[in-house]
């Protein structure tokens, strides 16, 4: 039987490497969700709802390279939107397929459910398109080919595509032949012109041998686009050592011997580490960092542009120098390889070593002690194994986390730069799925969790095993840091969490709740000793989330009138 337009795509992207459908079913998305059950290579993933399939199929791309979320005209496109803003913002390659009424329901003028009943069938589009980097409208005519091109660009923007299947179109058989599928990490991102490369490579070895101090802050960029790897041996052939930013944490396991500490302004850890990135003679920047606000210790930092060379996925700049034909990856390619070759390479990593590494922070707390962020985190971090993944959502548990040296071997996936609190819980399962050697270790406010707390159920349903652990302060703590407290609009309804799971029909999973020092080890103790998911609701004072400065909240706000003398 000839392929459908629909099952034609899925082919596609099931080619990417991806194995999940995250989403909600509606009549128009029929085609679509009929063909992911029957397709060989792809499961259902029965999301809660479509924000919460967005966010999953984010933390998906997080781990597999790309994502799928599918949902229904109108109504499930629409609840999906800022889950897929963020993955624009935080760069990830998330399809979202969406099915849309039948080009016979549009020919003929009817009037159909989830529209405005004015014969607009266009609308949702400009809406949907806009948080993507490339959309289609797929035919049987140009199924082919605008996949190629679709795929192509959402991997070459590592951004959201959007794809819509008018239902009777949907089914029926493309024309052309079909092409047969190319893995995720074999599609090269750009071509460098070879002249303008030698020139980068060129300017970049001299500024890198003149040096007394450089310093590399690699980004998140480099994961994106599959370039880890080629990072280490580059690390490995130069010597370079290398701080990350909130933004571009645990990149690499934060053991690695050139690894300097987190680089955010004045909030940097170790303290020291800002006068030796501020200070550097030469940064080198790999990837283009973001100057957020989060991500600068509220702009605290400095880093100066004449003495940084920014190298984006496609072009460079150094200065007032810009080159625009040069890839990231065939610019860490030529370094490195300059660096075997020559004997520029001449101080180990541990002279280099400026600063301490960040010991783990002291275990604070006796037993019948109440539990909080001082007793908490310390135990959190002797608790992480080499393979697990921390997901962690916004809210104070980020900024600690951030703060925080990971053990050996540890990933972590945040959303330092979007920020939209919720996203952890789906994320999660996302990340489970997608990556089944590690085991994911949430960390969630109480205030982020009751925003997505549905996803539990879906973790049961698909039997992940994650480590939940949701911080219940009964507030919206951040918040109160960064206005003042007492505000009724930050109070949460007082949910007992360790009921969740059950309640959600997740089997077999350990569920508790640590209120003293004694009962958060014996619940971390058995947690690991636990061969299954967990849940785990640990108290926290809310006395703890007390306003910044004034001055602080200022320099987040930039609401004051500025000073003319300053
Ligand atoms: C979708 C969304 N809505 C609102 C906000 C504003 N916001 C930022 S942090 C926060 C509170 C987080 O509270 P909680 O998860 O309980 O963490 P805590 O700081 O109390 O530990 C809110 C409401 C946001 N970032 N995203
Ligand atoms: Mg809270």
């Not at 690695?256 to 680089?263: D, S, V």
């Not at 004072?541 to 200022?554: D, G, K, M």
């Amino acid at each position: 039987m000839p392929t459908s337009v629909v099952t034609y795509a899925l082919d596609r992207l099931a080619d990417l490497g991806i194995g999940h459908v995250f989403g909600v079913p509606g009549d128009y998305a029929f085609p679509l969700n009929d063909a992911v059950e029957v397709h060989p290579r792809l499961q259902w993933v029965p999301s809660a709802n479509e924000l919460n399939a967005a966010y999953a199929a984010d933390g998906y791309a997080r781990r597999r390279g790309a994502g799928i979320v599918c949902t229904t005209y109108g109504v499930g496109e629409l609840s999906a939107l800022n889950g897929l803003m963020g993955a624009m913002a935080e760069r990830l390659p998330v399809f979202h397929l969406v099915g849309t009424p039948s080009l016979r329901i549009v020919r003929q003028g009817l009037i159909c459910h989830h529209t405005l009943a004015d014969r607009n069938y266009d609308r949702f589009e400009a809406i949907s398109g806009a948080a993507s980097c490339v959309s289609a409208r797929l035919t049987p005519e140009n199924a082919v080919i605008e996949m190629e091109r679709v795929i192509d660009k959402a991997l070459e923007e590592s951004r959201p595509a959007y794809l819509t299947f008018p239902m009777d179109l949907a089914l029926m058989p493309i024309t052309g032949k079909p092409i047969q599928g190319t893995l995720i990490g074999t599609i090269n991102q750009h071509d460098s012109v070879p002249g303008e490369l030698e020139a980068v490579l060129d300017l970049l070895m001299d500024r890198i041998a003149a040096a007394e101090h450089p310093v590399v802050l690699p980004t998140i960029t480099l994961r994106r686009y599959g370039l880890v790897e080629m990072f280490e041996t580059f690390l490995e052939a130069s010597g370079l050592p290398y701080a990350t930013t909130p933004m571009d944490k645990a990149l690499l396991s934060e053991d690695h011997p050139a690894f300097l500490g987190m680089y955010n302004g004045a909030r940097s850890t170790p303290a020291q580490l800002q006068g030796v990135v501020e200070e550097a003679d030469l940064i080198i920047d790999l990837g283009g960092l973001v100057p957020e606000d989060l991500n600068t210790g509220l702009w605290s930092g400095h880093v100066d542009p004449s003495r940084t060379m920014s190298i984006y996925p496609d072009w460079v700049q150094a200065g007032d120098l810009v080159f625009t034909s040069v890839s990231i990856s065939d610019v860490l390619a030529g370094m490195t390889s300059r660096f075997q070759t020559t004997s520029l390479r001449t101080e180990a990593w541990g002279e280099r070593r400026i600063v301490q590494p960040q010991p783990l922070l002291p275990l604070d707390g006796a037993e019948d002690q109440p539990t909080g962020s001082l007793s908490f985190y310390p135990r959190l971090q002797r608790f992480l194994k080499p393979t697990d993944l921390l997901v962690s959502d916004t809210g104070t548990c980020l900024l600690k986390l951030n703060a925080m040296r990971l053990p050996g071997g540890v990933a972590m996936e945040s959303q330092t730069l979007w920020g939209s609190i919720g996203w952890g819980t789906p994320a999660a399962l996302g990340c489970a799925l997608a990556d089944p050697e590690r085991r994911v270790v949430l960390v969630s406010g109480d205030g982020a969790h009751q925003l997505t707390v549905q996803e539990i159920g879906v973790m049961g349903f698909m039997g992940v095993k994650p480590v939940v652990i949701v911080l219940n302060n009964g507030l919206y703590g951040v918040e109160a840091l960064i206005s003042e407290t007492g505000h009724a609009y930050n109070d949460l309804p007082p949910w007992r969490y360790a009921e969740i799971p059950a309640a959600l029909g997740c089997g077999g999973w350990w569920c508790g709740r640590a209120s003293t020092v004694t009962e958060l080890e014996q619940s971390l103790a058995a947690i690991n000793a636990h061969d299954g998911a967990a849940y785990l609701e640990v108290l926290i004072p809310a006395e703890e989330s007390q306003p910044l400065s004034e001055e602080v909240i200022e320099m987040l706000h930039q609401t004051a009138t500025p000073n003319r003398a300053g």
